[in-house]
């Protein structure tokens, strides 16, 4: 069993920035997930280590150029940078962790590849 545990939810106006963090003690890939009321729960982003010093991510369409994933191996974080934030990016958001077993060949964003799940942090971005 590996705890995950997300912080940095808020309530923002349209255009400002929020940072979510992500705690997990061991991962292959970790990865954000959002979803808003009514509606499936959506891959964001996703990070693994490829080497020393590179890795690996994958955004949806829907926030690439505005998202960034990184991660800070000293503390186990991976954070979810969000800039120019929009209404319709309200929702829960959701850290996963990947154990780097089983079919290899699920895609990066999908859920069914993640075994471990935090309990989520809400993001509501409002005028």
């Known amino acids: 069993q590996v705890h995950v545990v997300e912080s940095g939810g808020g309530l923002v106006q349209p255009g400002e920035s929020l940072r979510l963090s992500c705690t997990a003690l061991a991962y292959y890939a970790i990865a954000w997930f959002r979803q808003a009321p009514g509606n499936e729960r959506e891959g964001v982003a996703c990070i693994r280590s490829v080497r020393i010093g590179h890795d690996s991510t994958h955004y949806a369409d829907s926030v690439r150029g505005r998202f960034t994933i990184s991660r800070d191996n000293a503390t186990n974080t991976v954070y979810l940078q969000m800039n120019s934030l929009k209404p319709e990016d309200t929702a829960v958001y959701y850290c996963?962790?990947?154990?780097?077993?089983?079919?290899?060949?699920?895609?990066?964003?999908?859920?069914?590849?993640?075994?471990?799940w935090g309990q989520g942090t809400q993001v509501t971005v409002s005028s």
């Open positions: 996963a962790v990947h154990m780097g077993y089983g079919p290899p060949n699920i895609p990066p964003l999908s859920a069914l590849r993640y075994d471990y």
